[in-house]
């Protein structure tokens, strides 16, 4: 192995996991998580195998997108902690191996910034250029609405300052101008102030979005704009070699690619792939993989230092708004036939489980993909234990609810009421009652150990995340089998997405005398034939890994 590559591109083969500090844990009684909570929960991280935390927004904020509306940069919101309780939660992650990394969200700020309100009270202001005005709204005004269910335009009229602005999503979130040279350069004051602070990256809030120069002031001081996020990637790594960009881009996969950079990948580290996971939603609902593995095989190369970012589940919505129409409405009516289960018109307001019948056999099918297929997987805080979404809340809160620790009062989140609470706790099957961290740890057979187990075979197995990936053929149709080579070691996953059970014949990479295929996830051993085949039983949703072992491996197996 490299070892020096694989310590300094530690990304790679991350385990990411997105949090909100205000619905993880609660310290002081007041309802709302907070960085300290977050330090005293640190173990359970740990433990579970998380080596980069990502933390959703602590800026302070009016909170009307759930603090994806900003009033300062470069400060905490004082309702979750201070600079110090954060310098103390990244030294306290530090200790244990973890990294932590920051949403940073600057296509826009709240309208309640210091630098709108001075932009909007005059013509004159010196932050008044920072923003995106004009007399008239243009004539596309509708087109690309991000929040149908809120917006009616891209351009909002405002009173005071006597001109429209441009805001591309909720119209309270005013869109900076990336084209004047002087908020460029405090974007990249404010990188350089967290990466002092110890911070190890930003995960890039809506990255096309921010190199958009709709309705610029001067486009042509921008000419290409992703001269800007290059520009962004080099004084981070000037500054820290280790950080990381993590984007959010939701286009298709050639658009998509274009914002790694260069072949040497000087744009974005990462990029989630929201094609392979709306795609894996399909697959499930048809229990065919066949499109999940055409969107693998579709998927552009990252350049050598860049990875993809996988995921289940985020935040927001599960946004299906790339599959046809036709596909979409086959995911609606296997994992959210009801209105209220659905957004926009194209995703779902709801978690995995619950989707999934909280089936546990189809549950640990879809975490074992997760952590076998190529790329660097990211975690939603809850999805360990098989938390569930609450549908009495609004809109994309539904998924946002108070972290499930134990089976008491509020799940252990908060002694506050639950009136009180930064969010409403899950009810039903899925409560604190039924599902939580401490009744998990106990259980041998939980979701929480199954998802430990993938973790700690994910981190020892190289292949996976470093090597090449081939899709294998075989004879059924509802199994996806790769096989994943590095360096000379070969691992061979297959995944059955039907509730019946299913026989593959998968090449391995190696035959001969005594070459063997050991199970990773359960004891096992199978022959490798001599012409270098593995027959493998699958049971309904089942999952198997297997390394491939010659006579005179020292595999740690
Ligand atoms: C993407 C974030 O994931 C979402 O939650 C937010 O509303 C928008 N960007 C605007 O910042």
């Not at 939660?89 to 200790?95: E, G, K, M, N, P």
């Not at 000037?238 to 996969?253: D, F, K």
Request: hydrophobic residues 35%; proline residues 6%; charged residues 25%.
């Amino acid at each position: 192995m490299r070892l020096t590559e694989t310590a300094d591109s530690w990304w790679k083969n991350a385990v990411v996991y997105c949090l909100d500090i205000e619905t993880y844990f609660d310290t002081d009684g007041d309802g709302r998580g907070d960085i300290r909570g977050l330090s005293q929960r640190i173990d359970h991280l740990a433990e579970l195998g998380v080596t980069c935390l990502w933390l959703m927004p602590f800026y302070p904020t009016p909170d009307r997108d759930d603090g994806y509306d900003i009033t300062d940069f470069y400060d905490v919101d004082p309702r979750l902690g201070t600079h110090g309780d954060l310098v103390e939660l990244i030294t306290l992650a530090q200790d244990r191996g973890m990294r932590v990394i920051a949403d940073l969200v600057v296509n826009h700020t709240s309208d309640q910034h210091p630098w709108f309100q001075s932009a909007r009270a005059s013509r004159e202001s010196p932050y008044r250029d920072w923003y995106v005005w004009r007399d008239q709204p243009p004539e596309d005004a509708t087109e690309g609405i991000v929040f149908p269910d809120q917006e009616t335009s891209l351009w909002q009229y405002d009173e005071q300052a006597g001109q429209y602005y441009l805001h591309q999503f909720y119209k309270h979130q005013p869109d900076l101008d990336i084209t004047n040279p002087e908020v460029r350069e405090e974007i990249i004051r404010v990188i350089g102030f967290w990466l002092q602070l110890g911070i190890s990256g930003f995960r890039v809030d809506a990255v096309p979005f921010l190199l958009d120069t709709l309705g610029a002031a001067d486009p042509d001081s921008l000419a290409d704009p992703h001269d800007y996020l290059r520009d962004l990637r080099a004084f981070m790594n000037r500054r820290s070699g280790q950080a990381v960009l993590l984007g959010e881009v939701n286009l298709p996969y050639k658009e998509t690619r274009e914002f790694f950079g260069d072949e040497d990948g000087d744009e974005l580290t990462m990029c989630f792939d929201f094609i392979g996971m709306q795609k894996m939603y399909l697959s499930l609902a048809r229990q065919d993989p066949a499109e999940l593995v055409k969107a693998l095989r579709e998927r552009p190369a990252p350049p050598e230092e860049a990875q993809w970012g996988t995921f289940v589940r985020n935040h927001d919505e599960l946004t299906l708004d790339k599959l046809t129409d036709d596909e979409r409405a086959e995911v609606f009516a296997a994992f959210g036939p009801d209105k209220d289960m659905q957004l926009y018109d194209r995703g779902l307001r709801r978690r995995l489980p619950p989707m999934l019948d909280n089936d546990p056999a189809r549950l640990r099918m879809v975490y074992s993909l997760l952590f076998s297929l190529p790329g660097t997987p990211v975690l939603f805080y809850g999805e360990e234990i098989g938390m569930g979404e609450n549908l009495a809340m609004e809109g994309r809160n539904a998924v946002r609810t108070p972290m499930q620790w134990t089976d008491s009062v509020n799940g252990g989140f908060s002694t506050a009421d639950a009136a009180d609470l930064a969010g409403q706790v899950v009810t039903g099957d899925l409560s604190p009652e039924h599902v939580n961290v401490v009744a998990q740890r106990r259980d041998p057979d939980s979701l929480l150990n199954w998802i430990k187990l993938l973790i700690q075979r994910y981190r020892e197995t190289p292949e996976l995340s470093w090597g090449d990936c081939t899709v294998l053929e075989h004879e059924s149709a509802t199994v996806l089998a790769h096989r994943s080579e590095y360096e000379g070691g070969c691992v061979v996953t297959a995944h059955n997405f039907a509730s019946d059970s299913a026989t593959v014949t998968l090449a391995v990479a190696g035959s001969g005398v005594g070459v063997r295929a050991v199970d990773l996830l359960q004891p096992g051993t199978t022959e490798v034939a001599e012409d270098g085949t593995v027959q493998l039983e699958l049971e309904p949703h089942g999952s198997r890994w297997l390394r491939v072992v010659h006579p005179g491996d020292r595999y740690l197996l």
